[in-house]
């Protein structure tokens, strides 16, 4: 059994800063993720890109624009506490080695190199400057699965590491800081492995998940063929066209008159525009009209790496799954309605509304994290440890030989499909309500599977997680019968401010069902 004080589950942006901020008002802090530290998070794929208020964009404008993205449904309080804290929460960024620069209504991390993403440079500096932090420790190879309770409180974790041992950790304050689940659906531009694992921690622990059916596609995925599925990285230089199967331009057709505002400002009207124009053929990306000098520069240069003529041919693309804006609550600390538990990251809701506004992310986890480090720390240091009864839970078992490995990466392929056929970018009753008895059937399916060895218990918690993710999205996508945001509806395409002026919220059942409301917005 380890001992901490303030336990930490994924080494995102979110998590590291928690880390760092924790460590650093005295908790004694371990930061625990699957992998190594920060370099198999989202983050490390991101952008750089920071929305933010700057010297040329107040606060009450960040705070309009963020809510007219989403659509209406944010919660006012955050969103002007994220926008209040960026002054604070970027200059501790840059106590930890990553200076952010300001432009008009933004801000950029330092590019490394220009044929690298600014998510890389940035999460590889934050972890090299956690290795000086005293009172921090590190453990990466654990895959956690359970919040321990006692008593209603959160007092530690269990997990396996990559052998297939039990790790077991007692803690005064947990924090989840496990970020999204993009790679649920069969096209995402997310780390492979973020399948929503954070949101049935949270669930299971007993935390409600709110507004899970709004999912943001990224207009613009890589679909192809030989090609990595990754997103195109913004900003698109002039020149850049985007083109339906009769080469007829989208942009145009669609009423949005730039690329880059599409996709900061309006990417869910650009990702709807895409998947249709793709129901009738292959919709490319055009490079080809792109002045020379922009393919030695960040992003395009990035593309100079990849097996394909990007200057000559225009390429295949689709919108894919991105982010997530539902989650759970917390307050501006992090705290969660059970005692002892945190969260931060994308797996927070209520900044982003219906859709989020490009950028918001990474602002919220620097904000969240920071934020809910200092107030994991406060709470630990206000309490006694925790009494080691979890040292007598049962054992989680591990097992030598190796055993389904190739069935569970088989069903992984097919909950994708599930995912995109009837959770994707436009819904309608017919096909979510199909989508519950696929789900229901790979569940059952899943369940039956003999699985044993390491790799394959660990494939199998991550595919029942991500099971229990898209039954949430199913669920609140049949409730809400209105389009809004990323939520398009084809059976009820107008918004009803009327009616719909609410956030949806999830409980899980002990039955494993869902049990759903829907309450206004906070005014
Ligand atoms: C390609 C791409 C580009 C993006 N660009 C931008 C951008 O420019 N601007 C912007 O604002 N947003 C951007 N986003 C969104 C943003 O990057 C993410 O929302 C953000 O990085 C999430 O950070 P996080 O710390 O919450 O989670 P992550 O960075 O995803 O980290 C979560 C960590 O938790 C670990 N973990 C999960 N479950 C467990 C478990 N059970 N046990 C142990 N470890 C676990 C994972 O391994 C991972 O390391 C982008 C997203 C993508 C995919």
Not at 369 to 377: P, S, V
Not at 505 to 519: A, C, D, I, K, T
Request: a neutral charge; proline letters at 5%; charged letters at 20%.
């Amino acid at each position: 059994m380890l001992r901490t004080e303030v336990a930490i589950i994924g080494a995102g942006l979110a998590g590291v800063l928690a880390a760092a901020a924790a460590a650093r008002s005295g908790a004694q802090v371990l930061l625990i993720d699957r992998g190594g530290m920060g370099l198999g998070s989202n983050s490390a794929m991101s952008n750089g890109n920071f929305c933010g208020p700057t010297s040329q964009y107040t606060l009450e404008e960040y705070v309009a624009d963020t809510i007219r993205a989403g659509r209406g449904l944010n919660r006012v309080s955050w969103v002007e506490r994220v926008g209040q804290e960026v002054p604070a929460s970027f200059a501790f960024l840059a106590e930890m080695g990553v200076k952010l620069a300001p432009y008009s209504n933004y801000y950029l991390a330092p590019t490394p190199k220009p044929d690298v993403f600014r998510g890389a440079g940035f999460m590889a500096t934050l972890a090299a400057s956690l290795r000086a932090e005293k009172n921090l420790e590190r453990l990466g190879g654990v895959q956690v699965r359970r919040i321990v309770m006692d008593g209603g409180r959160a007092t530690g974790l269990e997990g396996l590491d990559a052998g297939g041992r039990a790790v077991r950790v007692a803690a005064k304050a947990v924090v989840l800081a496990a970020g999204g689940a993009g790679a649920v659906y069969a096209v995402n531009d997310n780390m492979k492995a973020i399948m929503g694992q954070g949101y049935a921690l949270a669930a299971q622990a007993g935390l409600p998940l709110w507004d899970m059916e709004f999912v943001q596609f990224y207009p613009l995925v890589l679909v192809e063929p030989g090609l990595p599925k990754v997103m195109l990285y913004p900003r698109y230089p002039q020149g850049t066209r985007l083109i339906n199967a009769a080469g007829q331009d989208i942009l145009a057709r669609s009423g949005i008159a730039d690329v880059n505002q599409g996709i900061i400002e309006l990417r869910d009207r650009l990702s709807a525009a895409m998947a249709r124009e793709a129901a009738a053929g292959p919709v490319r990306v055009d490079f080809t009209g792109v002045a020379e000098e922009h393919w030695s520069q960040y992003p395009l240069a990035m593309l100079n790496k990849m097996r394909f003529d990007f200057r000559q041919k225009p390429v295949a693309v689709m919108p894919g799954a991105h982010f997530c804006m539902g989650g759970v609550q917390a307050g501006p600390d992090g705290a969660t309605d059970i005692p002892g538990l945190f969260a931060c990251g994308e797996m927070l809701w209520g900044m982003h509304g219906a859709n989020r506004r490009g950028g918001n992310a990474l602002t919220e986890c620097v904000v969240s994290g920071r934020l809910t480090g200092l107030g994991a720390a406060a709470y630990a240091g206000d309490r006694d440890a925790p009494q080691p009864a979890q040292e007598d839970s049962a054992p989680l078992a591990a097992q030598p030989a190796e055993r389904g490995g190739a069935e569970l990466r088989a069903l992984r392929q097919r909950l994708r499909e599930i995912a995109w056929q009837r959770a994707g970018i436009e819904r309608r009753e017919e096909d979510l309500a199909l989508g519950q008895s696929e789900l229901a059937a790979w569940q059952e399916e899943l369940a039956r599977l003999p699985v044993s060895g390491p790799r394959p218990q660990w494939l199998r918690w991550d595919l029942e997680c991500a099971g229990l993710f898209l039954s949430a999205v199913l669920s609140a996508s049949q409730a809400r019968q209105e389009t809004r945001g990323a939520l398009l509806r084809t059976d009820y395409p107008e918004a009803d401010d009327g009616a719909w002026l609410k956030n949806s919220r999830l409980v899980l059942v002990s039955e494993g069902g869902w049990s759903l409301s829907h309450h206004p917005v906070e005014g």
